[in-house]
């Protein structure tokens, strides 16, 4: 998995003719070497990028994401529990579940550097209403770059699929979601889950599984607005992520037709 973005910025956000170099900028340029200063903007990191093959990243990642919601309703637990508590723990642990998909998926991906808007899109956008996707959801190469990191400490893991299933159970069932009716039965299904990954993790035992949860934390503290960005918007444009995952869960057995479809070319 690699970010392919070309670093050279032919005009970068530090530096403008009508502005001096930002304070922050002209400190770091003083530690750089003579004659180097220029040849790496400190802020590409910030740039906007997107899938460099959107059309076999999203097509594989929606197959994880199917696989994803099919492991949550085949769970019997989670069946039982109120229909409003379903839904807020999966709009609470979707990202994470499916980041763990693409790991296990063995899933890469690459992204190149984001086409700049053209005159006419900035204008009509300048006009747009409240509540509409607001600027700078696009992601970045520094946010995509974090999300790899993740991904790759997952990798270096090594986990079996019956380590997978329970670190699943684990994810899914997580007590301190807002709003739930159930919390208490919530919590006793996540410790059930964490005694049955710490028990398969033999004889490794507590030092794999404090390796374990705390990788899944990074997962967890992964932005959704990051994860549908990359990989959904290409497919769902504005379209409502949390209704579709609702719809999933509850109504459309058969997805992935509809919206999703057709792929970009």
């Not at 970010?3 to 530096?15: A, F, K």
């Not at 002209?26 to 990028?49: I, K, N, Y």
């Not at 097509?59 to 529990?81: E, G």
Request: hydrophobic share 40%; proline share 8%; with cysteine.
């Amino acid at each position: 998995m690699s970010t392919s973005v070309d670093t050279e910025c032919e005009r970068c956000r530090c530096h403008s003719r009508d502005k001096p170099p930002a304070i922050l900028y002209t400190l770091l340029s003083q530690e750089l070497q003579p004659g180097r200063a220029r040849q790496r903007c400190l802020c590409h990191q910030r740039r906007a990028v997107c899938l460099a093959a959107p059309h076999l990243t999203c097509r594989a990642a929606s197959d994880v994401l199917l696989k994803t919601i099919s492991f949550v309703r085949n769970v019997a637990a989670f069946q039982l529990l109120p229909r409003e508590d379903q839904l807020l723990l999966l709009h609470g642990c979707w990202v994470p579940l499916f980041l763990l998909g693409l790991v296990q998926g063995m899933v890469t991906f690459e992204v190149t550097e984001a086409p700049a808007p053209s005159m006419l899109k900035k204008i009509l956008l300048s006009g747009q209403s409240k509540g509409q996707e607001p600027e700078g959801t696009q992601p970045t190469l520094a946010a995509v770059q974090r999300l790899q990191w993740c991904l790759n400490s997952f990798w270096r893991l090594d986990l079996s699929p019956n380590e997978y299933t329970y670190l699943r159970g684990a994810i899914l069932f997580s007590p301190d979601t807002p709003g739930l009716r159930a919390p208490l039965y919530i919590g006793s299904l996540q410790r059930e889950a964490q005694r049955a990954l710490r028990e398969q993790l033999q004889p490794e035992g507590q030092r794999r599984f404090s390796r374990i949860l705390r990788a899944s934390s990074a997962l967890r503290a992964v932005p959704a607005a990051l994860v549908t960005g990359l990989f959904f918007r290409p497919l769902i444009g504005d379209a409502d992520m949390g209704e579709l995952l609702a719809e999933m869960l509850f109504e459309v057995p058969g997805w992935p037709q509809g919206p999703w479809l057709p792929l970009p070319r």
